[in-house]
């Protein structure tokens, strides 16, 4: 998407980072995130300040595909894809734009997507993850008791899923390896599962990539805030003392026998990450965008604030650009989102980026 140019029913400004020597085009491309509410999301959860003729993706559907038509990412990003609308309408529509997808099937059925252009890539290999199968394998490793470490896998127990996806980008040979991830909300209340979900999935896509040291991105619906332990642990590469007394403040695990314990800390070995992580927004505009979700049915108050990210390692990756998200007036216009300027309770993120 070119500077100034609009996206549905607002105008979004692009930002290109300031460089003396600009990035050769064949290295460049680009990426989109964007968590569209999946309907089975709308009905267990009280959207009843969205009239009901706009709640569902029988209207929103085609307002999304328009959008991500005109963001016309490289590579588009989805979290909170049902199965059915995948097949029967998003990936023939994608298609037909140029896009080949892959899908993540989670057992709620708030799947998530990958698609790329099939002119600037092709599929090498892909994984799907459950983080709770993840966070398990570390807990594996630890000198547990039998109670506790039983009592430890109900805990982290949750739908939550990544797809990853490794691609070969064809105008230069590289492979680019891609980590689509949905992290729990539970209200803000679960700060320490979420990072041992985000560490335990970067981990992993550290592993596919094959290693460090190659192109890899972290991105999707973190659902966490810039500041939180889960930000801290991507931008620092570890948890200082701070934030984890911070991740502890949280319902603890309690073993029949008795005893508790706070997850972050029977997980060191998930807790430093060797990526020189850099978040694209934060990158070119010093700060992440003031909204990316707000909503006011999933939870007993009106959650407005950033939750979604494009995390890339910046030893192998440059960003050169963002599409800056909409100012907080039409955004709050119709009093949380989704509304009919804004098809999902999220706004879409666009980084461009290039290889190093």
């Known amino acids: 998407m070119g500077e100034g140019k609009s ?17 050769d085009d064949t290295n460049k491309f680009s990426l989109v995130t964007y968590n569209v509410l999946a309907d089975c999301a709308v009905r267990k959860c009280e959207y009843t300040y969205v009239p009901e003729e706009y709640r569902y993706m ?36 994608m298609s037909a734009l140029g896009y080949e997808g892959v899908l993540l099937h989670r057992r709620d059925d708030v799947g998530g997507a990958t698609f790329f252009k099939k002119s600037k890539f092709s599929l090498i290999d892909k994984k799907y993850c459950i983080m709770h199968h993840l966070a398990e394998s570390a807990l594996q490793e630890l000198r547990l008791t039998t109670a506790m470490r039983n009592a430890a896998r109900q805990y982290v127990e949750r739908p939550n899923a990544c797809l990853l996806t490794k691609l070969h980008h064809k105008d230069t040979g590289k492979h680019l390896s891609i980590c689509n991830l949905h992290a729990s909300w539970d209200n803000l209340e679960y700060l320490g599962l ?37 930000y801290r642990f991507l931008q620092d590469g570890c948890l200082d003392d701070k934030m984890l007394d911070v991740a502890r403040n949280e319902v603890p695990i309690q073993s029949p026998c008795g005893k508790t314990a706070h997850l972050i800390d029977l997980v060191g070995s998930l807790l430093t990450h060797p990526s020189a992580m850099k978040s694209t927004y934060a990158e070119i505009l010093g700060c992440e965008p003031s909204i990316t979700n707000c909503d006011d049915a999933c939870q007993s108050f009106k959650f407005q604030g950033c939750l979604d990210y494009i995390w890339y390692s910046a030893r192998t990756i440059a960003c050169t ?4 998200t909409p ?30």
């Open 58 to 93: 029988s209207y929103r559907l085609p307002q999304i595909i328009t959008e991500l038509e005109a963001l016309n990412g490289d590579v588009v990003c989805l979290q909170e894809v049902e199965s059915e609308l995948f097949y029967e309408q998003i990936e023939p529509q």
């Open 327 to 356: 100012p907080d007036e039409p955004i709050l216009r119709h009093h949380a989102l989704p509304s009919t300027l804004f098809p999902s309770d999220h706004i879409a993120l666009k980084g461009e980026l290039c290889f190093i």
């Open 7 to 23: 996206c549905a029913s607002y105008r979004r400004e692009w930002t290109n980072k300031a460089t003396p020597n600009s990035p």
């Open 194 to 230: 979420q990072t041992v979900q985000v560490s335990s999935s970067l981990q992993e896509l550290i592993s596919f990539a094959g290693g460090a040291d190659q192109p890899h991105i972290l991105t999707g619906d973190f659902n966490s805030l810039p500041g939180s332990p889960v």
């Open 321 to 324: 650009g963002v599409l800056e």
